[in-house]
């Protein structure tokens, strides 16, 4: 009888790993996330999943993952806060729950638009290194249909694994953002600017689109750093860059390329809107500069280049955007450096 009982647990174990292996082996977060509503659907019956990712700073529960016939209404309207409703419950005291009358239970909460009907639910915490990152909930509608504390313990095993598989996610994925990202400014760096300046010209020729580059250069970073401190001066290359963020539209990039040098890649345009966003940017930075400073020749300059007028390939267009900013320091009256070139 004991081997027996050896043989059947060992063959579940076995199905169980082989279950989640997959979950595992995926290297980004959604799609751990996505391969663990399968995974756990191959184990363990439910009528309903979803996943909610847990903020705890803000103490948010956001849905990011939800199946079954409600996911819809879950992932626009199930929002919800450590403390309230079932997931708010489990998130707030990081324990899993297991409750086979949920529709009667006084902690759970309504989501607005969908019906109160008879359900079990199982809910977990994802935790890994003593931080919560997502709360589990699986459910069975019908009130006849429940969970039993052997499908809970199932569930909890498959939730640790899962937790751990979204940690290794986000952290390889703040790994990279790390490698390709400026430490002062946040925005991307030189080299990963200039991997995505490569793709960005391929495809342009590739398809026939427009592309424009901007080149900006910060003058006077010296003289800030000198006179007021280099303090201020990285407060002033931190504005830069968040002016680029808010003058720039969505799907352009903005990159620091080294010291008081940055840059902007504008997918789809010409290079008459070139022209136009790099005088806009200009006189934004230059209200900025003289806000933050206070100082006579602390300032920007803005080139500008776009494919296929000025040029076919990144090292085409960085020149001819180089080009562009030194007239415009020109007509400034600063002090021109040694041309930025890839």
């Not at 956001?62 to 079932?86: C, D, F, I, N, S």
């Amino acid at each position: 009888m004991r081997a027996s009982c050896g043989y059947r647990e060992a063959g579940a174990y076995r199905r169980f790993t082989e279950v989640v292996g997959p979950v595992l082996a995926q290297r980004c977060v959604d799609s751990v996330r996505e391969e663990a509503a399968d995974a756990l659907a191959r184990f363990l019956r439910y009528d309903a999943f979803d996943l909610r990712q847990a903020d705890g700073e803000t103490r948010e529960l956001v849905p990011v993952v939800a199946r079954g016939p409600r996911a819809a209404a879950v992932l626009e309207r199930g929002h919800g806060v450590y403390g309230a409703g079932l997931s708010g419950w489990v998130a707030s005291r990081q324990e899993a729950l297991l409750t086979n009358r949920a529709h009667l239970d006084p902690r759970s909460l309504l989501i607005p638009g969908t019906p109160r009907i008879p359900e079990a639910v199982i809910g977990v915490p994802l935790v890994a290194r003593g931080r919560l990152n997502h709360v589990l909930s699986v459910r069975r509608f019908g009130g006849l249909d429940t969970f039993s504390e052997q499908e809970l313990v199932l569930t909890r095993c498959f939730g640790d694994l899962v937790g751990i598989a979204l940690d290794n996610a986000n952290a390889r994925a703040e790994l990279q953002r790390q490698a390709s990202t400026d430490a002062l400014t946040g925005l991307s760096n030189r080299r990963h600017f200039m991997e995505q300046l490569a793709n960005a010209t391929a495809a342009a020729q590739a398809l026939d689109q427009m592309l424009g580059v901007l080149l900006v250069d910060v003058d006077g970073l010296k003289l800030a750093n000198d006179t007021l401190g280099h303090h201020v001066g990285d407060r002033l290359l931190s504005i830069v860059a968040d002016t680029l963020r808010s003058e720039l539209a969505d799907g352009d990039v903005a990159a620091r390329l080294a010291g008081d040098e940055f840059a902007a890649l504008l997918p789809g345009t010409d290079a008459v809107r070139a022209s136009a966003i790099a005088c806009r940017l200009e006189q934004a930075l230059n209200t900025a500069a003289r806000e933050t400073t206070g100082l006579r020749g602390v300032g920007a300059s803005v080139g500008w280049a776009a494919h296929p007028t000025d040029g076919h390939d990144p090292e085409e267009l960085l020149l001819a955007a180089d080009r562009s900013m030194y007239e415009t320091k020109r007509r400034h009256h600063r002090f021109a450096r040694r041309p930025v070139v890839p």
